[in-house]
């Protein structure tokens, strides 16, 4: 596709259960990030891969949250044992590689919305 | 470390009035890029404007201008001509070299009145 695609658009799970959340990024990007985003706040850093690897995983808030991108391409956030709190927008972006002028693409998100 | 603040919840401007958006930021690493990116209601992130730590001019895309003061750490956004579609919300961004994290802040809503 021409962008980011995130799916599924919108999620409502009870609280307690599992959910994965699948960015594609744009084809031939090497950075991944993902953000989570709560109403009214700034995109809150979780994590960053460039190509298979977590370059950077210091934003997930515990051990509830993994990200993985198997094959350096699509990716998937899993959250484990749902909270109301993981209630938010969560944005996937890519960029074609590391540079610090290279322009993040970003995705429509995916509204978790945990009951 | 790396951190963005952006102290203005909300800003108003009038239509065709100049708008400024502001940004300060807190870094180790001697290079690093800052970033502008609009988000209207829609949710979309659109890329405005980007200003790398040693470039020596002001970076500019049509009506966005970046008014960069390194000593001072601040990278601050001005609208010219503001229109109605420029209402959204506004959030500065920095990626430091070492990390390549792409950090936010808090973000500015912004209004745009008749």
């Known amino acids: 596709g021409a962008g980011v695609s995130q799916t599924p658009s919108n999620k409502v799970t009870e609280k307690g259960k599992y959910v994965e959340l699948r960015c594609d990024p744009i084809?031939?990007?090497?950075?991944l990030y993902w953000y989570r985003q709560s109403l009214g706040q700034g995109p809150e850093f979780l994590i960053y891969f460039q190509g298979t690897g977590a370059a950077d995983d210091s934003g997930l808030p515990n051990d509830r949250f993994f990200a993985v991108r198997p094959e350096g391409s699509v990716s998937t956030l899993k959250i484990q044992r749902t909270e109301r709190g993981d209630s938010a927008v969560y944005l996937c972006?890519?960029?074609?590689?590391?540079?610090?002028?290279?322009?993040?693409?970003f995705g429509q998100g995916t509204r978790l919305t945990v009951v | 470390a790396q951190k963005i603040t952006q102290t203005q919840p909300g800003m108003f401007v009038q239509e065709k009035e100049a708008v400024t958006l502001d940004c300060t930021y807190d870094?180790?690493?001697?290079?690093?890029?800052l970033f502008w990116y609009k988000q209207p209601s829609s949710g979309e992130m659109i890329f405005l404007i980007y200003q790398g730590s040693y470039d020596q001019q002001n970076a500019t895309e049509g009506r966005y201008s970046l008014n960069f003061q390194k000593a001072r750490k601040s990278a601050n956004l001005v609208i010219s001509a503001s229109q109605l579609g420029d209402s959204a919300m506004y959030f500065c961004?920095?990626?430091?070299?070492?990390?390549?994290?792409?950090?936010f802040g808090t973000g500015t809503r912004l209004q745009v009145f008749p």
């Open positions: 961004a920095m990626r430091e070299f070492n990390t390549d994290k792409l950090i």
């Open positions: 870094t180790s690493d001697p290079s690093y890029g």
């Open positions: 084809s031939g990007h090497t950075a």
């Open positions: 972006a890519s960029s074609s590689g590391r540079g610090l002028g290279t322009e993040a693409f």
